[in-house]
C-alpha cells in the first residue's frame, strides 16, 4: 500500500499532478480543499462552518479536518493507497493522520513537497481566478493571507516528515509532465 502526502503551497500545483498519479499508481484521492467546497455546494452543517475561514484564507480548526479525514479513509473500501492533498496543514494534523493510518497498518510512505517561488504561486493563482469561482482566489490581500499561513503554520508539517526520514522535495517549475516524470521517479522508489 503506498500512501502520499502531496505538499506545497497554495497554487503549486498540487491538483493538477494528483489528478496524474491517480491515474498512473490508482490511489484514492483526498483533497481537504475539495472535501470542504463539497460540503459548501451541498449547504451542509460542516460545509457552513468552515466557509468563513475557507473565504478568509484561514485553516478550518484542527478537529473538524481530522474528522472529515477519518470518516473519508473509514468510508473507503478496499484501495491501494491514499493521496493526501492539501492534508496534513498543521504539525497536529500529521499526527493525527500517522494515528488513524497505524491503526490501519499502513503508514505514511512518503511526503512529495513542490517547491514554487511565490511570484510563480501568485501569477497561478491569479490566472487560476478566471475560470475557478473560489472566493480565495479573487483578491491580492486572501491570496497573501494564504501564502502566510501556509509559511506560519504548514510549513512546519515539512520538518515533522524531515525527522521521519520520509520527505522528498520536487522543484515545482516546468511542464506539467517533466514535474510528474519527477514525482513518480520518487514514488517508484517508495
Ligand atoms: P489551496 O489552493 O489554497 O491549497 P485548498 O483547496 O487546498 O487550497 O484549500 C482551500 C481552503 O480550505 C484553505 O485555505 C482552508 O481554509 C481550507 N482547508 C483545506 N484543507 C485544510 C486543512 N487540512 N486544514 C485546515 N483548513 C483546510
Redesign the pocket.
Known amino acids: 500500500m503506498l500512501n502520499i502526502v502531496l505538499f506545497?503551497?497554495?497554487?503549486?500545483g498540487?491538483?493538477t499532478q494528483s489528478e496524474k498519479i491517480i491515474e498512473k499508481y490508482g490511489l484514492t484521492h483526498i483533497?481537504?480543499?475539495?472535501?470542504?467546497?463539497k460540503h459548501l455546494g451541498e449547504g451542509t452543517e460542516l460545509g457552513k462552518m468552515?466557509k468563513s475561514?475557507?473565504?478568509?484564507?484561514?485553516?478550518?480548526?484542527?478537529e473538524?479536518?481530522i474528522g472529515m479525514?477519518d470518516d473519508k479513509i473509514k468510508s473507503t473500501a478496499d484501495s491501494a493507497g491514499f493521496i493526501f492533498?492539501?492534508?496534513?496543514?498543521?504539525v497536529p494534523?500529521a499526527e493525527a493522520l500517522d494515528k488513524l493510518l497505524t491503526d490501519k497498518g499502513h503508514p505514511i510512505s512518503g511526503m512529495i513537497a513542490l517547491e514554487v517561488p511565490e511570484e510563480e504561486l501568485k501569477k497561478r493563482?491569479k490566472e487560476?481566478a478566471k475560470t475557478s469561482g473560489?472566493v480565495?482566489?479573487q483578491d491580492e490581500a486572501k491570496i497573501d493571507n494564504?501564502i502566510r499561513?501556509?509559511q506560519e503554520e504548514t510549513m512546519p508539517v515539512a520538518n515533522y516528515y524531515q525527522e521521519q526520514r520520509k520527505f522528498s522535495p520536487i522543484h515545482g517549475v516546468g511542464s506539467i509532465d517533466e514535474i510528474f516524470m519527477a514525482i513518480s521517479a520518487v514514488m517508484d522508489a517508495y
Do not use: C, E, H, W
Request: aromatic share 10%; net charge neutral; no cysteine.
Open positions: 506545497g503551497p497554495p497554487g503549486a498540487k491538483g483533497s481537504t480543499g475539495d472535501l470542504f467546497r468552515a475561514f475557507m473565504d478568509a484564507g484561514n485553516l478550518v480548526p484542527d473538524v479536518v479525514v492533498d492539501g492534508f496534513p496543514r498543521t494534523q493563482i487560476r473560489r480565495d482566489d494564504r499561513v501556509y
